[in-house]
């Protein structure tokens, strides 16, 4: 009986520890499990551990970097600042100076206006003087035109008297008229032919209606070679009038243009010279002329 009790707790005692065992072993596997998963989560740890300490590296790099740069930063903004301190002191010098420069300068306009006020004055008076002076001399040209033209008119009726009463055929021209306006006309020319312009211009005078250009224009060459240029342009300009396309036309420019010289009107003999060797550039009048500038 003893035995059996004794068998029985032994039974009892295995059961237990069978229990208890298994107990040990369902607690040891869940263990394993638990060190597994701490193991796993250890190498993640350390994972991260190895990436966080990588991005710390990058950060200090990163931080060198920017400490590097905001040393030379520094360093320029004190450069600048440096700098402009300077610019500044000049800016300030160069400002004194302005106002000191805008100050002599208001000085001078003041002086120069004055003294501009003065001139113009001045020159007003001289130009009121001028003016009065030209009027004056202008009365007198006029008065000395008429002078000469009067002068004129009695050497020429002198002249022409004189060789009317020496040559019977042209103090029967003037007296009995008997000859018609052509035959006056030829006789005209044969004397302007033989250069005898005293009788040449008294008879041209007469048939001026016969042929207005080109009686105009020889008597305009008869006071061109008499020298009495005024007189000769205005016969050319009256030639013109009439006909501005002629055989003669080359001799009548030239002349014009020459008489404007002769009597200090360069700049319509410029236009004359211009217009005779453009319109007739191969005439021997355009080869003779001058080249004349305006002034």
Known sequence: MRA???????????????????????????????????????????????????LMTSLNS????????????????????KRLDSDLTKVVETSKILTKSVNVTDSNVA???????????????????QNRNI??????INSLNALVASLNSTVQQANVERVLNADPEFAAIDS????????????????????????????YQKVVSESPFFVNFRLGEVAFF????????????????????????????????????KVGQTADAYRFYTTLKTRFPESVE??????????
């Open 4 to 54: 059996f009790s004794v068998k029985r707790a032994f039974l009892f005692l295995l059961a237990g520890a069978t229990l208890l065992f298994g107990a040990v072993e369902n607690d040891v596997a869940l263990n394993r499990q638990k060190i597994s998963a701490l193991n796993s989560n250890l190498a993640e740890l350390q994972e991260s551990f190895e990436g966080v300490r990588s």
């Open 62 to 81: 990163q931080v060198k970097t920017l400490n590097a740069r905001m040393s030379e930063l520094e360093n320029s903004l004190k450069f600048t600042n």
């Open 111 to 129: 002086i120069m206006s004055k003294n501009i006020a003065e001139l113009r004055r001045g020159t007003n008076s001289a130009i009121n003087l």
């Open 135 to 140: 009027n004056i001399l202008g009365a007198q």
């Open 176 to 203: 009995a008229k008997i000859l018609s306006s052509a035959e006056v006309l030829r006789v005209a020319n044969e004397a302007f032919e033989a250069k005898n312009f005293i009788k040449a211009r008294e008879l």
């Open 226 to 261: 008499n020298k009495e240029y005024l007189t000769a342009i205005s016969y050319y300009q009256k030639s013109l009038r009439e006909n501005a396309k002629s055989e003669f036309m080359p001799t009548l420019l030239y002349h014009t243009a020459v008489s404007f010289e």
């Open 286 to 295: 355009a080869q003779n002329s001058p080249n004349l500038s305006v002034k």
